[in-house]
């Protein structure tokens, strides 16, 4: 009676019954570089229904470096935008770490940081995404309270949609990175970050330490706090370290998955 109707067997994929619609029958497109979403004057009429498989259960998307060299100063209305283009093409797993900084703020001052210190080793928002993965500290800062602010109500949207579209969100998780005067400042037994491209590191509290479970419960407790749990995190270890014969990486990688299951023993 001159209406699409979709069965799908989840929203997500429902979303991209209707995209299929849409590009191959009303030639509407949405896209990074534009949209045509002009409207269709009379829907044009399937013949015999129309059955896709996807074959896929698990369609991630995005990865740290993009939430800097694209997502530095999104805003809802952009983030809206991208939401939708992810529905509309089946992305189901999504990283979402914006915000991640204000866990960190919440922990750090747990364990008797000032702002003032925090506000040296927590980037600024173009460069979250390197100090996310243990490259640098610091760098384009101090963050002011109202960046914290906003960015913990933007990222409590995006995940709010995520979930109205089918979507497991990845959040950030913990694999010992800490500051690099951690040793002086807390007594904790971190080595040395060294320097990545010029730039400070933070320091790297080995997992098999006995405090590494202390400060990892800690963390996920901010970040459930902020957040929820999740079924999947996202964590970057040793990320451009060259090897370290001192380190157990294959105890190293039990205690951070040890840490995460914690948290949710179904996470991945």
């Not at 534009?34 to 015999?48: A, F, M, R």
């Amino acid at each position: 009676d001159g209406k699409l109707v979709i069965q799908a067997s989840g929203d997500n994929v429902a979303c991209m019954a209707l995209n299929y619609y849409l590009e191959n029958y009303c030639h509407r497109s949405m896209s990074h570089m534009g949209d045509n979403l002009k409207p269709v004057q009379s829907l044009p009429e399937i013949k015999e229904p129309l059955t896709k498989r996807i074959e896929l259960p698990l369609r991630y998307a995005l990865n740290y470096c993009t939430f800097n060299y694209t997502m530095s100063f999104y805003q809802w209305e952009d983030w809206e935008h991208e939401l939708d283009w992810m529905a509309l093409h089946g992305v189901n797993l999504p990283l979402a770490i914006v915000g991640e900084e204000v866990a960190w703020r919440n922990m750090l001052l747990e364990l008797g940081y000032t702002k003032e210190e925090i506000g040296k080793f927590i980037a600024g928002p173009a460069f979250l995404a390197w100090w996310e993965m243990n490259n640098l500290e610091g760098w384009g800062g101090t963050l002011s309270d109202s960046w914290y602010n906003q960015q913990e109500a933007l990222q409590k949207k995006i995940l709010k949609r995520m979930h109205e579209y089918g979507m497991q969100p990845v959040l950030p998780g913990f694999c010992g990175m800490m500051p690099h005067d951690a040793k002086a400042k807390l007594g904790l037994n971190v080595t040395d970050g060294g320097i990545w491209n010029g730039y400070t590191r933070p320091a790297n509290l080995s997992p098999t330490d006995a405090h590494f479970d202390k400060i990892a419960d800690l963390y996920y407790a901010e970040l459930t706090k902020l957040y929820g749990k999740a079924n999947y995190y996202s964590m970057d270890p040793f990320h451009e370290t060259n090897d370290d014969e001192a380190i157990d990486y294959s105890r190293a990688g039990r205690k951070v998955m040890e840490a995460m299951k914690r948290v949710n023993p179904k996470a991945t």
